[in-house]
């Protein structure tokens, strides 16, 4: 473990600004991050995380369970009566130490319970700490879809602890390349020629930055989707085939090959770009290829139902003017690209 100097990114939000810490052995200054009005700390994880910091004041644990199905309305209440057992009040603070799942849940727990009380995030998986524990965006699935309740509550702090992710199962480290792939693209130029401690902070600045222009999502926040439309409909379709064994950041990996072939399709990019996009998922040891058994006209279908289709199919696509939304694009384009990529030795 290295006992390097934190680097710490500002996340300008006017009065709802915070910063992100990165690096390695900070769980020893995390009591130094609360604020000295908080007298107790609701602690919310899961138990295979192996990272847990010592808190200086009166404080409980609350495990939730492992996996997308812990994102319900249920785990909420739950959190909210220990919250309320514990004697958790307005001044006080819940604090996330996991990946995504436990800072979407503690986020919208911290949101929801006595109206709001603050929270924080110590960021134990690669892709919490480049994408989902910045931006304040929390919630839950409901059978009817993923994160379809919740709210916009910004942490106070965020930290992205680099020695836990020593821990983190391969195929999550690299699930994370997968998000963090669509970086490069997104201002973070040759990201993945960076040391890790670099390539987290380069893709916390792009964050940030979407963030700190767009923080409910309202337009450029969206190109923080880029590859996702193809990786949904991916997802849709393995939805119940346990044949498909295939995880998001796998599935981003491949969208964002088809989108730099629809691009250049389309006459927005070049081969040269697309070789780019070629060379950052591989640097990143993630596959390209669609999984066996997806046709085209079943990937094109799930597009369709996407609940953000609106009936015309739009993707973030790169360009010229770096990565933008392109809409009504013509179905049999979309199409050839995905029987293009379909063939690809
Ligand atoms: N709010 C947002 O802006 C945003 C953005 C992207 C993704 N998300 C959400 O994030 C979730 C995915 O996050 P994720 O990939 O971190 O998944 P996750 O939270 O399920 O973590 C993956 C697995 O790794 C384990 N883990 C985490 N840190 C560990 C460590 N240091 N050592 C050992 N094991 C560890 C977890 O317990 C879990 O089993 C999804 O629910 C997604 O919707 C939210």
Not at 163 to 187: N, Q, V
Not at 259 to 282: P, S, T, W, Y
Request: aromatic share 6%.
């Amino acid at each position: 473990m290295s006992a390097e100097p934190r680097e710490e990114i500002i996340v300008h939000l006017g009065d709802r600004s915070y910063p992100v810490y990165i690096g390695y052995a900070l769980l020893d200054s995390v009591n130094s991050m609360i604020s000295d009005g908080v007298s107790k700390v609701a602690v919310v994880t899961q138990r295979n995380i192996g990272v847990l910091p010592e808190i200086d004041r009166p404080s409980e644990i609350f495990y939730i369970s492992d996996g997308e199905h812990a994102k319900s309305l249920s785990t909420i209440g739950g959190l909210c009566s220990g919250f309320a057992q514990m004697g958790l009040n307005r001044k006080d603070l819940v604090l996330a130490v996991g990946g995504g799942v436990v800072s979407d849940v503690a986020g919208f727990a911290a949101a929801s319970f006595h109206r709001g009380v603050a929270f924080a995030v110590i960021a134990t998986s690669l892709l919490a700490q480049v994408d989902a524990a910045i931006g304040g965006k929390t919630g839950v699935n409901i059978p009817e879809g993923k994160n379809l309740v919740g709210a916009f509550w910004q942490p106070s702090f965020v930290v992205c602890e680099l020695s836990a992710l020593e821990t983190l199962p391969e195929r999550e480290r690299r699930c994370g390349f997968g998000e963090m792939a669509k970086y490069a693209f997104l201002g973070a130029e040759e990201l993945d020629m960076m040391p890790l401690r670099d390539q987290v902070s380069a893709c916390v600045r792009v964050k940030a930055s979407f963030v700190e222009s767009d923080e409910r999502e309202g337009d450029r926040r969206a190109l923080l989707n880029y590859g996702h439309t193809l990786a949904h409909a991916i997802e849709a379709v393995a939805f119940g085939d346990s044949g498909t064994d295939l995880k998001h950041g796998e599935a981003v990996a491949i969208g964002l090959i088809f989108a730099a072939l629809l691009a250049k399709r389309l006459g927005r990019i070049g081969q040269d770009r697309v070789d780019d996009h070629f060379r950052v998922v591989n640097s990143y040891g993630l596959g390209t290829k669609l999984p066996t058994g997806m046709d085209a006209d079943t990937l094109v279908r799930a597009m369709f139902k996407d609940k953000k289709s609106f009936g015309s199919l739009a993707f973030v696509l790169d360009g010229s003017a770096g990565v933008e939304v392109v809409r009504d694009i013509d179905p049999s384009v979309v199409r050839e690209t995905l029987l293009e990529l379909e063939n690809m030795k």
